[in-house]
Nanobody
């Protein structure tokens, strides 16, 4: 089970750190990542991480502002979000999958399992 935490409300320019308790997923899947669904839009990839090699991929809209990391000892995956903008307002989902990266310019993951999501609101 993937369990997200750390969402909330923040003013534009602020920061938040999302956490995902990944548990057994870090041993059975190759990739972890964060996706989001903004109001009225489809779910989109934000940042993904290959567990073995720590290779990361980011959506263009968050490059330079968001950082995905993993705490191996605690089986946690984080999304550090800086310089937040109103357009970052979304439900953020943690995901675990088989492969991940940027495919045709889009951050994506194969065979993802999803967490329940955590809401981020930027005003």
């Amino acid at each position: 089970q993937l369990v997200e935490s750390g969402g909330g409300s923040v003013q534009a320019g602020g920061s938040l750190i999302l956490s995902c308790a990944a548990g057994r997923y870090t041993y059975k899947r190759n990739c972890m990542g964060w996706f989001r669904q903004r109001p009225g839009k489809d779910r989109e990839g934000v940042a993904v991480l290959w567990i073995g090699g720590a290779t990361t991929s980011y959506a263009d809209s968050v490059k330079g502002r968001f950082i995905i990391t993993r705490d191996k000892a605690k089986d946690l995956v984080y999304l550090q979000m800086n310089d937040l903008r109103p357009e970052d307002t979304a439900m953020y989902y943690c995901a675990a999958g088989d492969t991940c990266g940027t495919f045709r310019g889009v951050v994506d993951m194969t065979r993802p399992d999803w967490g329940q999501g955590t809401q981020v609101t930027v005003s």
